[in-house]
Nanobody, 124 residues
Framework: QVQLVESGGGLVQAGGSLRLSCAAS????????MAWFRQTPGKEREFVAG????????YYADSVKGRFTISRDKAKNTMYLQMSSLTPEDTAAYYC?????????????????WGQGTQVTVSS
């Protein structure tokens, strides 16, 4: 059974930092692209950042570029999202996802596996 489990969310003040983790189990994700999405109530899930299997290619939404860094540790089957200079607009539930190709895509429907989400709340 494939599982993606996010952790690291919480409450932080504006300007602060958080690191999210996504631990994968049940299979190896060789060749899979992985990504972070976020969602607020009443809005569609939006792409935040993606990383290819090797980790050599990353892609970010314009809203987080320069503030967030995505990475993955293949040996640990874990992906990370380092978030800094957080603003209240970053408040959302953050989800990790896995997509069975080498290409980073931004559409949620392309992703086969999803975690349960972790809440990030940024206070002003």
């Amino acid at each position: 059974q494939v599982q993606l489990v996010e952790s690291g969310g919480g409450l932080v003040q504006a300007g602060g930092s958080l690191r999210l983790s996504c631990a994968a189990s049940g299979r190896t994700f060789t060749g899979y692209t992985m990504a972070w999405f976020r969602q607020t109530p009443g809005k569609e899930r939006e792409f935040v950042a993606g990383i290819n299997w090797s980790g050599g290619c990353t892609y970010y939404a314009d809203s987080v570029k320069g503030r967030f860094t995505i990475s993955r540790d293949k040996a640990k089957n874990t992906m990370y999202l380092q978030m800094s200079s957080l603003t209240p607009e970053d408040t959302a539930a953050y989800y990790c996802a896995a997509h069975p190709t080498f290409t980073i895509v931004t559409m949620p429907r392309a992703y086969d596996y999803w975690g349960q989400g972790t809440q990030v709340t940024v206070s002003s």
